[in-house]
């Protein structure tokens, strides 16, 4: 993708996790996608895992999702400003061509190289680059595959939230377990990140999924750069933005949030 010339920055976001139980994380990016989005840069990239979990855009049409159309209608409204991209996460990899049209977003492949100045970018959600965790990949293929997918769109919305809501607390559990262990083959291998890298010809990588922002240089001048998950409620609150200006410049800007009351 190579970015329209007059275009001075992006912002990128990911790992939101928006989900009808946490209303302040909600309330904080609602805020922020009506007007803080589209005075931040000139183009918004959500790098998946906006949602907690999708289990199929038929879901929009379901009385009891008003939360969902509710999100859909905030960022549609942010489209009217600035172009809106949307590249799927493990949590929302179900988020398909019909919620991007009611949403007004473009949907972008994993990876995407975006051109923006002189530099070249590769964008993903990050998880398949975690590849020493064997089981994790292998559960990811399963999911990803036009079979499986099938098999689940056509289970009624009820069948899909009780099997979300059972992959939920198995990821939960599983997560939990990798960081009391300190396992590092939950993150992205920067070997794997590097061989992206050099096939696209690029210096940058920018991803999120683990929710562990950072900055990774890697050999020949090139780096890994992480985006920071969302959470208005943890102390202190994490709502991060990162804006990359076409000058090459990198700039991570912190979304004010009140703390609430323990």
Partial sequence: MATPGHWRSIALISDIHLHEEDGHTHGL???WMSGGASSAADALFILGDLFEVWIGDDCLASAKNDFLRSCIESIRECATQIP???????????LGPDAAK?????????????TL?????????????????VPYQAFRRQVRSSQWQSDFLAKPLTERAAIA???????????????AEKKSWADVNDEAALDWLEQANATTL?????????????????MRVVLSDWDANA?????????????????????????RPA
């Fill in 29 to 31: 990016w609602k805020t």
């Fill in 84 to 94: 809106v991209y949307f590249m799927a996460g493990n949590r929302d990899f179900l």
């Fill in 102 to 114: 009611a949403a007004n977003m473009t949907w972008l492949p994993d990876p995407a190289i975006v």
């Fill in 117 to 133: 100045g002189d530099q070249r970018i590769v964008l993903t959600h990050g998880d398949a680059l975690c590849t020493d965790d």
């Fill in 165 to 179: 809501r059972g992959l939920r607390e198995a990821s939960k559990a599983q997560q939990a377990k990798q960081y």
């Fill in 206 to 222: 920018i991803h999120g999924h683990t929710h562990h922002a950072n900055d990774h240089p890697l050999p020949g001048g090139r």
């Fill in 235 to 259: 102390s202190p609150p994490r709502a991060q933005v990162l804006k990359v200006m076409n000058s090459g410049a990198m700039e991570r800007q912190d979304i004010p949030a009140k703390v």
